[in-house]
């Protein structure tokens, strides 16, 4: 996300996938679809654990913010300046396992030591199925350039706090919501109708909106703020060079101006 907006990586790895299948190689749309619902859920979780200020009083918001982004940066430039860290660690781990079975093994009865053997290969297959899950959700350039997406959510958040303090809940509840239905839906309906100078898509916008309104309304926010809000939320997403950044931002000094409840 870092020269390269959200929904046009997402295009361009979904185009990339789709040629893999015209290529005769047996990948299915539904897969497709299924790593970027897999990518959204880990969004979704992540926007939950900035939202729990509002929920959990006793946090003072603004530290809480700035304490996370702190650690989203330091592990960003982590990956950037020692790319191979990831890879070190769970090597280290691996060995330390490995020595730690052996050592039951060698000392263990015969029955005992060949059901850790099974164990073994049991942790190697689940250390290799979650390199794999990860593997998958991971984008290209954050590959290359770190998990810039997470940073920018995180720093636009924290300055959506100093400015505008309890109207932040809402610009977090459109990270939350309008991103993840914008691109779910998109991929799901094979971007058949892209927005103008977009890379998002109709159907996905269509999608967001009216999650995000559903939501701003069911919290009792009047139905003609919500639907503004929700407009601009999904204008927001559409168009924004980087959405993560700028949609809590936005959308936070739009509740802000229409004075929606924070109460």
């Given at each position: 996300?870092?020269s390269?907006?959200?929904?046009k990586s997402l295009?361009?790895d979904t185009i990339y996938l789709?040629?893999k299948?015209?290529?005769?190689?047996k990948?299915?749309?539904?897969?497709?679809a299924r790593?970027e619902?897999?990518?959204?859920?880990?969004?979704?979780?992540?926007?939950?654990?900035?939202?729990l200020?509002?929920?959990?009083t006793?946090?003072?918001?603004?530290i809480?913010?700035?304490?996370?982004?702190l650690?989203a940066?330091?592990?960003?430039?982590?990956?950037?300046?020692?790319p191979?860290l990831?890879?070190?660690?769970?090597?280290n781990?691996?060995?330390m396992?490995?020595n730690?079975?052996?050592?039951f093994i060698q000392?263990?009865?015969q029955p005992?030591a060949?059901?850790?053997?099974?164990?073994?290969?049991?942790?190697?297959?689940?250390?290799?199925?979650?390199e794999e899950e990860?593997s998958k959700?991971?984008?290209?350039?954050?590959?290359?350039?770190?998990?810039i997406?997470?940073?920018h959510?995180?720093?636009?958040v924290?300055?959506?706090?100093v400015?505008?303090?309890k109207y932040t809940f809402?610009?977090?509840?459109?990270?939350?919501i309008?991103?993840?239905?914008?691109?779910v839906?998109?991929v799901?309906?094979?971007?058949?109708?892209r927005l103008p100078?977009?890379?998002?898509?109709?159907e996905?916008?269509?999608a967001?909106?009216?999650?995000?309104?559903l939501?701003l309304?069911?919290l009792g926010?009047?139905a003609?703020?919500?639907?503004l809000?929700?407009?601009?939320?999904?204008?927001t997403e559409?168009y924004?060079i980087?959405?993560n950044?700028?949609?809590p931002?936005?959308?936070?000094?739009?509740?802000?101006?229409?004075?929606?409840?924070?109460?």
């Amino acid at each position: 996300m870092f020269s390269i907006p959200l929904q046009k990586s997402l295009i361009e790895d979904t185009i990339y996938l789709l040629r893999k299948i015209h290529m005769g190689k047996k990948l299915r749309i539904d897969e497709i679809a299924r790593t970027e619902l897999e990518r959204k859920i880990l969004h979704i979780s992540l926007s939950l654990l900035l939202i729990l200020p509002y929920f959990w009083t006793e946090l003072n918001a603004p530290i809480y913010f700035a304490i996370i982004a702190l650690l989203a940066n330091y592990f960003n430039a982590l990956l950037l300046k020692k790319p191979l860290l990831p890879q070190e660690i769970k090597r280290n781990f691996t060995n330390m396992r490995r020595n730690i079975i052996l050592a039951f093994i060698q000392r263990a009865p015969q029955p005992l030591a060949k059901n850790l053997e099974t164990i073994d290969l049991l942790f190697e297959k689940i250390e290799k199925g979650i390199e794999e899950e990860i593997s998958k959700i991971e984008r290209n350039y954050e590959k290359i350039g770190g998990y810039i997406g997470i940073t920018h959510g995180v720093l636009g958040v924290l300055v959506s706090e100093v400015l505008f303090s309890k109207y932040t809940f809402y610009g977090i509840l459109a990270l939350m919501i309008v991103d993840p239905a914008s691109s779910v839906i998109s991929v799901f309906t094979k971007f058949k109708h892209r927005l103008p100078r977009s890379w998002s898509t109709l159907e996905g916008s269509i999608a967001a909106f009216l999650a995000f309104f559903l939501v701003l309304y069911t919290l009792g926010v009047p139905a003609s703020q919500a639907i503004l809000i929700s407009l601009i939320g999904v204008i927001t997403e559409a168009y924004a060079i980087e959405d993560n950044l700028l949609i809590p931002v936005i959308v936070s000094f739009s509740a802000y101006i229409l004075l929606l409840p924070t109460s």
